[in-house]
């Protein structure tokens, strides 16, 4: 595996094939995506940390989706990737959106787990209210935030049954650095829908039965959107929560493998 420092961008790029890469959610990074790495073997992997996550949190100024989208893209450039296969949860499913419509040369799919197309209402004055509870706060209002997302954006059989997801999605969110989380609060708070209807990719979508930030039904609102799409696969996860890749990454890294064969044959 190597690690390369773009622009402050912390970007990792490990294995050899076709390109595959994987944009993390708010409060994640890199090793959102580690427990479905065995899926993608025999792929050349770029985990990009976008700015104000991880070790991108030192990117200065205000955060926005197209400056993570245009992260995304710089990384490419930089590691020679001109088509790739793309992952994204949460936030990254918002930049991987964002990215078909401007970058549709570099997408060979698209599979979002937790698909947003942005913010609802309410999402987004929570949103901000997180930031300023962070940014007031620091570790003591990360902490608290923290604990309330346990409890929400996890399924409750995640809860009960696998302590070393809770552990991890504790320990991301309590060690994001404030001020890069705060700053990511607001950009996605800010964020537009994409004009999805000019995607002409295949897509995979996958949330959980009991996500409550991507719900089924706000999933199945963006599939009708997708109009010109190759191909749109819906998948709902049951027992599941909105940190799909963590909560369920054996459903996810199958769902994605038979997607990505039917691709190939496509």
Not at 223 to 238: D, F, G
């Amino acid at each position: 595996m190597s690690l390369h420092l773009f622009e402050r961008i912390a970007v990792e790029d490990e294995g050899e094939g076709d390109p595959v890469v994987c944009l993390h959610g708010l409060g994640g990074s890199a090793n959102t995506w580690t427990p479905m790495m065995p899926v993608l073997a025999h792929h050349r992997v770029i985990r990009v940390e976008l700015p104000g996550s991880a070790r991108s949190a030192r990117v200065e100024g205000p955060l926005s989706v197209a400056g993570m989208v245009q992260a995304a893209v710089t990384a490419c450039e930089r590691l020679g990737v001109t088509r790739a296969h793309w992952l994204g949860h949460s936030l990254g499913t918002i930049v991987c959106l964002h990215l078909a419509v401007q970058w549709p040369r570099l997408v060979r799919s698209l599979a979002l787990f937790g698909p947003l197309l942005a913010p609802a209402d309410a999402a987004r004055a929570g949103l901000r209210q997180r930031a300023l509870k962070v940014r007031e706060q620091g570790v003591a209002g990360q902490h608290e935030v923290a604990v309330q997302l346990l409890q929400s954006a996890l399924s409750r059989d995640t809860r009960e049954r696998s302590p070393l997801t809770v552990a991890y999605v504790r320990d991301t969110l309590m060690r994001s650095d404030p001020d890069g989380y705060a700053r990511t609060c607001e950009a996605l708070a800010d964020a537009v829908p994409a004009a999805v209807d000019a995607i002409r990719a295949p897509v995979l979508l996958v949330t959980g039965d009991e996500d409550v930030v991507a719900p089924p039904q706000a999933m199945r609102d963006l599939a009708s959107r997708l109009t010109q799409a190759a191909q749109v696969q819906q998948v709902v996860l049951p027992r599941c929560g909105h940190w799909t890749p963590l909560e369920r990454p054996e459903a996810c890294g199958r769902e994605w493998r038979d997607f990505a064969a039917a691709t190939a044959r496509g």
